[in-house]
């Protein structure tokens, strides 16, 4: 069986976790797939120490090349040139097909010139705000690659080499929920409140993950049988790791968050793609925060996806708005209103079916 060998680049990651949730799930469900064997590499200027076991486990190689703290254009590019370091490694790679996830380089149009023959290469990303992705189709970057997969939409059709999905959801793995469990000591008559501020690198993350401990001291004094876990995620600089109060777990990162998530009566979340996307497969009860970010419209996400079992958090930092939104979900001080169904239908196998059909 004849290898096929695929390089995907994460760069302008900026202390987010968006870009490797999207393409550790396609790796996932590349090798579901029986008869092929793929070769996996992934460049990013990223660390990803917090991944080093499940990258080995997943044979999975990675390259990392100096951090630029490279903040996007609109349209998708990166103000910085990458050339220099990604030509040469492509170049040893001699990979089959090319992924770039969210961001491209500048210079990318250099770098197929130069691969032209060898590579076909595939853009992926989440909706662009509407500026940005004006952007994008004025300038006609779509044409940068074979094609250009975007794994949300809000009433977009096909265009010329770029496809519309509704979402790229990881698999729920219910073999996990029994150690989930145990880890957490999540017991019967728990509700679980779970935190998550996606990467923790924004700049807002620090001050955010405070807040998040105000409230969770809050609900233990409103409920006992409240269980609150926050997740700050692996680029979280902060000192809310060293907290000494026993009845809240803070962790940096959990690799099975989907399983942590399925676990969960209410989650607390920055309104990023990939946790508004889960969140509203596992149906659970949710308060979103959608915050500020470059090329990226996370409100008009949320407003889409929103139903009576998700909350608006707009003003994060107001303790007015705070008790409003958990207000929504208490009932008689007693107990959360508890959904558990999924109200999605995944589009992973058609997302696979765009790639490998190159």
Known sequence: MKSIKIVFIALGTVGTLGHFRRIFTIIEELRKLKNKKFIITIISDQSLDFLKKYLKDNNIKTVIIDKKFPHPNSGGRLKQNYQDKLLPLLIKEKPSLIIFDTFFPNDIAKINASLEKTSHKIFISRLFSQESWKIFLENQYNKLFDKVIIVEKNGQKNLDNIYFFSNLIKDLDKNKILSIKKKYEIKKDNLVVLFSCGGGGFQEGEKMIDIFVIVAKKLIKKLLMIKPIIITGPFYKGTALQLNDKRIIIKQFEKDMMELMFCSDLIISEAGY?????????????????????????????????????????????????????????????????????????????????????
């Open 274 to 358: 990939n946790s508004v996307k889960e969140i509203c497969f596992l149906n659970k009860q949710s308060i979103f925060i959608p915050v500020i970010r470059p090329g990226e419209n996370q409100l008009d996400r949320v407003k889409k996806e929103v139903s009576s079992n998700h909350f608006i958090l707009i003003d994060w930092q107001d303790k007015t708005s705070w008790n409003k939104a958990l207000k929504y979900f208490l009932k008689d001080n007693k107990s959360l209103s508890i959904e558990n169904k999924s109200c999605q239908m995944k589009e992973n196998e058609k997302i696979i079916k765009e790639i490998i059909s190159l």
